[in-house]
Every structure is written in structure tokens, then in C-alpha cells.
């Protein structure tokens, strides 16, 4: 696939995103160095030949033989996902806003429950895994032999293997919460002839956020992917005044691009209420308030962008053997051998502005943005006005009031070729994945 295709492969949403090219080079400048449901695709590539035989032999004087052989295996593999999330939460527990007011003759009471609101949004997609075998396979012998004088023996064999992984993720999540739990805003007054109490619950707020999203895992070739077979050539025997060239080349690219985009916004109110209760303008009993507890417990977590390649492509030849031997006088042999391989890895990840440019990351947006408002009120209660001899004092008593927010970001991590002091200790996701980028997320855990 050329570099044009895949940029129009990465069309999204009526908006074109960059193609490869354009990739590669803000990776170049932006790569930083520190799941998962999704398109999972395993692609193994089988060697194309099996064996190659190719021999110019016992041909008569003064011939002409020309062999011209060309063996092409390309490969390509695009692994493409985008995910716009949008979760936009509204949780309200009341047993509050009660008014007892205007009574005259007994006491009078307000006692409520409590008040619990617990929210949990987990994000878990993006993820692209391919394991592909780049060697060529098989084995290859090419030999002129035995071909009489005089004559002209040519062979020409190019063998030609490409591998090209695309891997691209995109994720655009939104997390909206407002949570709200209250058992205050309690109103008792203007009663006569007895005590007056207010007595309120618990008020309990709990926000969980986690977005994991955005892990390429990409084993190319690697020592399990198998041997490359052996190559043999040899010009043997041939007459005098022949002229005998053997021109072979061996050829193996891999290009390996990884790119990750994360625009991540958790924007969290949470509240939780027990206070705000107004007992005034009472006569003639005892007047108090006692407030429960108010907690707001926030936690947000945000693991985003990893990258894990392991690419070994060595496995070309597994045995060479060039010979020139035991031809007649005035010949010209000649064997001209070209083995060649060229590997290019990009690994980038944008989430957040970051320095040299890293937020502009294939002109996307990108950025890890967590606003939280956290509030736990026992307070602002009011006993006042409140007139006669009930024989003690108003009373306000509150309860305690806790807010815990802990918010916890970790990604953009590129890991090039195995890491082999990776241990595996137990990880707080349930990622059913493949066990090399389970391996990362392992390791960046232990060394966070």
C-alpha cells in the first residue's frame, strides 16, 4: 500500500488527518520515551517459496543462455481505530430540603437518611496487535555448469521481500459527571411550645474515572519466526573462452509505524452536602442541630498511548555459499551479490501539549485535561432567633467533612525490541490482551 493510500485510509469524520509521511516526520521530533478491547488482528505472513532451483547446464558450444528470475513478496498490514466517548453523568441522592415550620404545641423533629451517590465510568478501546513473519524462506541454488566454450551464460535473480505495519489509534473521550448528595437544606422554625431538633444522615459522593485506550503491539520476524533457508550459488566446470556471470540480489525492507493520539477530558463536580440547615425563630423548647458526615472520594485514572515493537528481520540465510571453481582457461566468471536490508521504526504518541512540539502530532487534537470540583460541606447551619427557657442553649453540632480527589496519569511510552527483565506482577486492569503488551504495561507500572 503507498503512502497516498494510507492517507486516505485516515479520513475520519469528513476531517482528513495526515497520511504516513507526515507521520513520520513529527515522530521524528516528537517521540516521547517513558487496550483493551478494539480491532485485535493477528496476521502471520507464510514464506513465499518454498525452494528456488535455477541452473544453466550443459549447453553447446558457442550458445547464448540467459536466465532472468525475479521473486516479489510484499506485505501490508493497516491497523486503524478511532473512538469518540462521550459520557455525560447526572447522580442526585436527596433526603433533604425538609421544612417543619409554623407548628405550635409539641416538639418537633427532622431526622433523615443518608444519602449515597456512587458513580463508575470505565473506558477501555483502541488497541491493534499484529505479528507478521518477514523472511523469505525456503532455499535457493543457482548454477551454471558444464556449458561448452564460447559460450555467453547469464542468470539474473532478484529476490524481494517488503514488510510495511501501519498501526494507528485514535481516541476523543469525554467524561461529564455531576454528583450530588445531600441530606441537608433542612428548615425548621417558627414553631411554638417544644424543641426543635434537625438531625441529617450521611452524605456520601464516590467518582471513579478510568480511560485506557490507544496500545499497538507489533512482533515482526523475531528468532521463533524460523529460519531463512540457505542460498547456494556456484559457476562450475565451464569451457574455454565461456563467459559466466551470476547477478543476484537479496533485498528485505521493514517499515514499522506507530502512532498514537489521546484527547482525553474528565471534568468532575462533585458534592456532597449535610449542612445549610436553618432552625430559627423557635419559642418556648430546646433548639439543635446535629449534621452527619460529608465525604467526596475522586479518583481518576488515565493510562494512555503505549507502543511495543519487537522487529528482527536477520533471518535472511540461514546458509551461504558462493564458488567459482574448476573452469577453463580465458573464462570470465563473475558473481555479483547483493544482500540487502533496511528496518525503519516510528513510535509516537500525543496526549497533552508537551515540549517540542509533541501536541501537534499529526495536526490532531490531543490533550489530558482533568478539572475536578470537589466539595464536602457540614457547614453554614444556622440556630438562631430562637427565644424562651428551654433550659439549654442551641446547639450546632456537624459532623466531619472529607474531600479526597487523587488523579493519576501515565503514558506515552515507546518501547522498541524485548525487554527481557520484565517481571509480571499483578495489574489493576483486566486487559485481555496479548502477553507482550501486557508486558509493557507491567513494567511501566513497577517503574512509575
Not at 516526520?25 to 517513558?34: C, D, G, I, P, V
Not at 411554638?192 to 478510568?210: M, P, Q, R, Y
Not at 432552625?279 to 433548639?287: C, L
Not at 427557657?389 to 467533612?401: E, L, N, R
Request: one cysteine or more; hydrophobic letters at 35%; proline letters at 1%.
Amino acid at each position: 500500500m503507498s503512502l497516498k493510500s494510507y492517507k486516505a485510509l485516515c479520513e475520519v469524520g469528513g476531517e482528513k488527518r495526515k497520511g504516513v509521511k507526515q507521520y513520520m516526520n513529527k515522530f521524528q521530533k516528537a517521540l516521547a520515551s517513558a487496550l483493551a478491547t478494539g480491532a485485535i488482528l493477528a496476521n502471520t505472513v507464510l514464506p513465499v517459496l518454498a525452494q528456488t532451483t535455477i541452473v544453466i547446464s550443459g549447453n553447446g558450444t558457442n550458445s547464448d543462455n540467459t536466465s532472468n528470475v525475479s521473486f516479489t513478496q510484499s506485505t501490508t498490514v493497516v491497523q486503524s481505530n478511532v473512538a469518540d466517548v462521550n459520557n455525560d453523568v447526572y447522580a442526585d441522592a436527596d433526603t433533604g430540603d425538609n421544612d417543619a415550620k409554623d407548628n405550635t404545641g409539641g416538639d418537633v423533629s427532622i431526622k433523615t437518611g443518608d444519602a449515597d451517590v456512587d458513580v463508575n465510568v470505565e473506558n477501555t478501546l483502541n488497541s491493534n496487535s499484529a505479528q507478521v513473519d518477514c523472511c523469505q524462506g525456503g532455499d535457493t541454488e543457482i548454477l551454471i555448469s558444464g556449458n561448452g566454450s564460447d559460450t555467453d551464460n547469464d542468470a539474473n535473480v532478484t529476490l524481494d521481500n517488503s514488510t510495511t505495519v501501519f498501526q494507528d489509534n485514535y481516541a476523543d473521550v469525554t467524561n461529564k459527571v455531576d454528583a450530588y448528595a445531600d441530606t441537608g437544606d433542612n428548615d425548621a422554625k417558627d414553631n411554638t411550645g417544644g424543641s426543635v431538633s434537625i438531625d441529617t444522615g450521611d452524605a456520601e459522593t464516590s467518582v471513579t474515572l478510568a480511560t485506557t485506550a490507544n496500545a499497538n503491539s507489533a512482533t515482526v520476524g523475531g528468532s521463533g519466526s524460523g529460519s531463512g533457508g540457505s542460498l547456494s550459488v556456484r559457476i562450475l566446470g565451464n569451457g574455454t573462452n565461456s563467459d559466466n556471470t551470476i547477478n543476484l540480489a537479496l533485498l528485505g525492507s521493514l517499515a514499522l509505524i506507530q502512532g498514537n493520539v489521546a484527547d482525553v477530558l474528565n471534568d468532575v463536580y462533585a458534592d456532597a452536602d449535610t449542612g445549610n440547615n436553618d432552625a430559627k425563630d423557635n419559642t418556648g423548647g430546646e433548639v439543635s442541630i446535629e449534621t452527619g458526615d460529608a465525604s467526596v472520594d475522586v479518583s481518576i485514572d488515565n493510562m494512555v498511548n503505549f507502543n511495543w515493537a519487537d522487529a528482527d528481520c536477520g533471518c535472511l540465510l540461514s546458509d551461504l555459499l558462493v564458488k567459482i571453481a574448476d573452469n577453463g582457461s580465458d573464462t570470465d566468471n563473475d558473481i555479483n551479490a547483493t544482500l540487502g536490508s533496511l528496518l525503519t521504526v516510528f513510535q509516537g504518541n500525543c496526549a497533552g501539549d508537551g515540549p517540542s512540539g509533541a501536541g501537534s502530532l499529526g495536526d490532531s487534537d490531543c490533550g489530558l485535561d482533568n478539572i475536578v470540583d470537589a466539595y464536602a460541606d457540614t457547614g453554614d447551619n444556622k440556630a438562631k432567633d430562637n427565644t424562651g427557657d428551654p433550659g439549654d442553649d442551641p446547639s450546632v453540632v456537624t459532623g466531619d467533612a472529607s474531600t479526597g480527589v487523587e488523579i493519576e496519569n501515565s503514558g506515552n511510552s515507546n518501547v522498541y525490541g524485548a525487554v527481557s527483565e520484565w517481571e509480571l506482577p499483578e495489574w489493576d486492569f483486566n486487559f485481555n490482551f496479548s502477553f507482550d503488551l501486557s508486558d509493557l504495561l507491567d513494567w511501566l507500572s513497577d517503574h512509575s
